[in-house]
Structures are given as C-alpha cells and as structure tokens.
C-alpha cells in the first residue's frame, strides 16, 4: 500500500497568512492526488482533484501543486472558514490511502 | 443536486451484523463507481470499499476483507453495506461517497465527491 504522510500534523495561523501543506508519498503517485477539508462533525468536502484541479465552487485562495512524491496544498489568504482538518488522498493505485490529516488551528 | 444518505447506523454487540445504506439522488447513480469511507472517532479517514457502477468489480481494504460486503441496487439509486462479525475497533461514522472520474487515453482520475452526512456504527458489548 502507498503511505501519504502530511506535515505538519497540525499548524497554527492567523486570518490573511499564506499556509502550504505538504503530502508525501511511498512511491511516485503521479498527479493522483486529492485534496479535502473536513469541519467538525462534518463530512469532509473535496477541494482539489488531480493535484492542481479546483473543485467547482472552491474559492481560487485554494490551490495545489507537485506531482510524483511530493505534493502541496496551499491557501494564499487564510479566511475564518479555512480553519478544519485537512486531508490529501492517493488514487494512483487501490486501496486509495489518506494522509493522517493536518489540523488548522487560530494563532 | 447531488445528495447522499446514509442510513442503518446505531449500536451492535461484538460479533453481530449490520447493513449500512445510502441513498442517491440528483445524478444518474448507475454510471457511477461509488465507495465507503469510514472515520473512528478522533481519527483520520480510513477507505473501506468501492465498486465499480455496474458492480461487476468491487475492492476490499484488508481489514474488513471477508467480512464486509459492498453492492449496490441500481433500480434503486441506493449502495449498501453488509457488516458481519463487526468488531469493537469497526466503531465509526461511515461515510459514501461518488466517484465522477474522468477517463482519457486509457487513464483515470479518480476522487470522492460528493460524500454522505455518515452514520455511526457503534460496536459494543
């Protein structure tokens, strides 16, 4: 199985920052990576598919990049309804794998 | 638009079964693959299942392998599954979810959205 790793596991920041997450994995993944958010005691939400593809309705501060190992997610402008747990996902090859997540929080 | 429900959750003895549902609506659900994903309280998301949108294929994560069953009813629009021989550590919310995949050249993308609301399955003695 492909093993996502993101760091870091959690992050502090405050409204208006530029934050980057990264996701790495086992083995070259390609662009077969995707990107969620998750709220508590919600479902989490897909934000970008395909490793640099916005989901429709996602706004543009969102964004992601790198292929093969190393992938990132990046907001450009941290807003007060960015801050959850976020997820990267591998779906090069089965089972598809999530990273362990990396959780947001207010400075 | 899109919606999924999940249904069938609550609190099972060790050993016991259940059958989860999800309803679809606001999409032609026959043409798409479709998974379960589950989340244990506190942790991270964990894949469980998918199946193709015909369910001529269907994939198993290890740890419910032989266990869990995932199928689907498409006269129905709904994706079921059937969880034997549940066990404490199966304590979750399960979520399903929609797999649009784009296809080209023989590749494919493949993502989760939209997801269900889930439904917590509780197993304990």
């Known amino acids: 199985d492909i093993q996502m790793t993101q760091s870091p596991s959690s992050l502090s920041a405050s409204v208006g920052d530029r934050v980057t997450i990264t996701c790495r994995a086992s083995?070259?993944?390609?662009?077969?990576l995707n990107w969620y958010q998750q709220k508590p005691g919600k479902a989490p939400k897909l934000l970008i598919y395909?490793?640099?593809s916005l989901q429709s309705g996602v706004p543009s501060r969102f964004s992601g990049s790198g292929s093969g190992t190393d992938l990132t997610l990046t907001i450009s402008s941290l807003q007060p309804e960015d801050f959850a747990t976020y997820y990267c996902?591998?779906?090069?090859?089965?089972?598809?794998?999530f990273g362990q997540g990396t959780k947001l929080e207010v400075k | 638009q899109v919606q999924l429900v999940e249904s069938g959750g609550g609190v099972v003895q060790p050993g016991r079964s259940l059958r989860l549902s999800c309803a679809a609506s606001?999409?032609?659900?026959?043409?798409?693959?479709m998974h379960w994903v589950r989340q244990a309280p506190g942790k991270g998301l964990e894949w469980m299942a998918t199946?193709?949108?015909?369910?001529?294929?269907?994939y198993y994560a290890d740890s419910v392998k032989g266990r869990f069953t995932i199928s689907r009813d498409n006269s129905k629009n709904t994706l079921y599954l059937q969880m034997n021989s549940l066990r404490t550590e199966d304590t979750a919310v399960y979520y399903c979810?929609?797999?649009?995949?784009?296809?080209?050249?023989?590749?494919?993308?493949?993502?989760?959205?939209?997801w269900g609301q889930g439904t917590l399955v509780t197993v304990s003695s």
């Open positions: 199946i193709s949108y015909d369910g001529s294929y269907k």
């Open positions: 606001g999409f032609t659900f026959s043409s798409y693959g």
């Open positions: 083995q070259s993944i390609s662009s077969y």
């Open positions: 979810a929609k797999d649009p995949a784009i296809c080209s050249a023989g590749t494919c993308y493949n993502w989760f959205d939209p």
């Open positions: 996902q591998q779906t090069y090859n089965i089972p598809p794998t």
């Open positions: 395909a490793a640099s």
